[in-house]
T-cell receptor
Framework: GAGVSQSPSNKVTEKGKDVELRCDPISGHTALYWYRQSLGQGLEFLIY????????KSGLPSDRFSAERTGGSVSTLTIQRTQQEDSAVYLC????????????FGQGTRLTVV | AQSVTQLDSQVPVFEEAPVELRCNYS??????LFWYVQYPNQGLQLLLKYLSGSTLVKGINGFEAEFNKSQTSFHLRKPSVHISDTAEYFC????????????FGKGTSLLVTP
């Protein structure tokens, strides 16, 4: 595709359920980021994949959060046992090379935990 | 560790007035600096970036920013704003120590009124 694609665009889930959020980066982009955007909190870094290097997981808020990137392309962010405070917009971005010149963002997945 | 501080959470301004959105960063190594914009109900897009060379960089929609190494700042300016500039503006930094992962500030909400 032409841009970063995220699915679903909206997700409503019950507290305690697990959710999976998907990101399809721009083809050929080696770097992939996940961020969380909450009202008044700006963009919170979650995890960063760069090529075949070990991902930078320093931003994951708890062990309920995990992410994978299969084959250096598609990424899935998984949130287990969701809590109401997990409600936010989850943004994915990708960029083309190690020395980042521009990260392209998807439209995000709006997660609502009820 | 690097950090990004956007000193103003909200900036109200009248149409056709000049505006400056402030961004300061901390890093012990050379940095790359970015400003992203998020219009209402839209995704993030790159406004401008500083990688090297001239410290004054020009971006889209008439915005510019100046890298000041001694003051560790990268303030965003526009000489005359339009109603359509109303948006959330994010400053971001990346450096070698972070593996070039993008670290964002909390954002500044620019509200332009007639």
């Amino acid at each position: 595709g032409a841009g970063v694609s995220q699915s679903p665009s909206n997700k409503v889930t019950e507290k305690g359920k697990d959710v999976e959020l998907r990101c399809d980066p721009i083809s050929g982009h080696t770097a992939l980021y996940w961020y969380r955007q909450s009202l008044g909190q700006g963009l919170e870094f979650l995890i960063y994949f760069q090529g075949n290097s070990a991902p930078d997981k320093s931003g994951l808020p708890s062990d309920r959060f995990s992410a994978e990137r299969t084959g250096g392309s598609v990424s899935t962010l998984t949130i287990q046992r969701t809590q109401q405070e997990d409600s936010a917009v989850y943004l994915c971005a990708s960029s083309s090379r190690r020395v980042n010149t521009e990260a392209f963002f998807g439209q995000g997945t709006r997660l609502t935990v009820v | 560790a690097q950090s990004v501080t956007q000193l103003d959470s909200q900036v109200p301004v009248f149409e056709e007035a000049p505006v400056e959105l402030r961004c300061n960063y901390s890093s012990s190594v050379s940095v790359y600096l970015f400003w992203y914009v998020q219009y209402p109900n839209q995704g993030l897009q790159l406004l401008l970036k500083y990688l090297s060379g001239s410290t004054l960089v020009k971006g889209i929609n008439g915005f510019e920013a100046e890298f000041n190494k001694s003051q560790t700042s990268f303030h965003l300016r526009k000489p005359s704003v339009h109603i359509s500039d109303t948006a959330e503006y994010f400053c971001a930094v990346s450096d070698l120590n972070s593996g070039y992962a993008l670290n964002f500030g909390k954002g500044t909400s620019l509200l332009v009124t007639p």
